[in-house]
T-cell receptor
Framework: GAVVSQHPSWVICKSGTSVKIECRSLDFQATTMFWYRQFPKQSLMLMATSNEGSKATYEQGVEKDKFLINHASLTLSTLTVTSAHPEDSSFYIC?????????????FGPGTRLTVT | AQSVTQLGSHVSVSEGALVLLRCNYS??????LFWYVQYPNQGLQLLLK??????LVKGINGFEAEFKKSETSFHLTKPSAHMSDAAEYFC???????????????FGKGTKLSVKP
């Protein structure tokens, strides 16, 4: 149980285009999902916290107009990288908290490798 | 504010040798502590966690860690390394149930473990 999927697992796009990444909790409902970014050989940096039915909370330094997060249901959150540039190339990982109410544990998706050319 | 320090960005051991990955944390409230493992181009998998209770916690794949409050440490150990243990390991801290931060995880920079035959 507590499986989180991401789609796509990797994507290549051209500079200036937008890319949407999906994060799904497959067997539980997640009121809170997190989006992380990981540069090569570095740690995970929290980008934003997504709560179902409300606006995401972005970490300092993360452009909310560039990284659009939508958490439309209890099993799906999406991250859209708008007007992507090569410096947005990175590994994006989502996690979902749950499944039990008040749970602190996060379950991680397998990640999405974004390459912007 | 919370923080995590992992000593040694790269640790190399021989197969069958003891694995010791170091993690020190700082937290103004009793912390929840986690160790995650990441294989190349994959998401994070939880190895073990400490919340309350017994300070020596056992996880998957033969790993264990001991919470030492006086030393603010949560070092990860395994008595005998296996080739399949080669991966990146991340220590993380959260405020757990104290989290006005929604229990966000703060990650260390990671330690790459190499296992020599």
């Amino acid at each position: 149980g507590a499986v989180v999927s991401q789609h796509p697992s990797w994507v290549i796009c051209k500079s200036g285009t937008s890319v949407k990444i999906e994060c799904r909790s497959l067997d539980f409902q997640a009121t809170t999902m997190f989006w992380y970014r990981q540069f090569p050989k570095q740690s995970l940096m929290l980008m934003a916290t997504s709560n179902e039915g409300s606006k995401a909370t972005y970490e300092q330094g993360v452009e909310k107009d560039k990284f659009l997060i939508n958490h439309a249901s209890l099993t799906l959150s999406t991250l859209t990288v708008t007007s992507a540039h090569p410096e947005d190339s990175s590994f994006y990982i989502c996690s979902a908290r749950g499944p039990l109410a008040g749970s602190y544990e996060q379950y991680f998706g397998p990640g999405t490798r974004l390459t912007v050319t | 504010a919370q923080s995590v320090t992992q000593l040694g960005s790269h640790v190399s051991v021989s197969e069958g040798a003891l694995v010791l990955l170091r993690c020190n944390y700082s937290s103004s409230v009793p912390p929840y502590l986690f160790w995650y493992v990441q294989y190349p181009n994959q998401g994070l998998q939880l190895l073990l966690k400490y919340t309350t209770g017994a300070t020596l916690v056992k996880g998957i794949n033969g790993f264990e860690a001991e919470f030492k409050k006086s030393e603010t440490s949560f070092h990860l150990t395994k008595p005998s390394a296996h080739m399949s243990d080669a991966a990146e390991y991340f220590c993380a801290v959260s405020e757990g149930s104290y989290g006005g931060s929604q229990g966000n995880l703060i990650f260390g920079k990671g330690t790459k473990l190499s296992v020599k035959p």
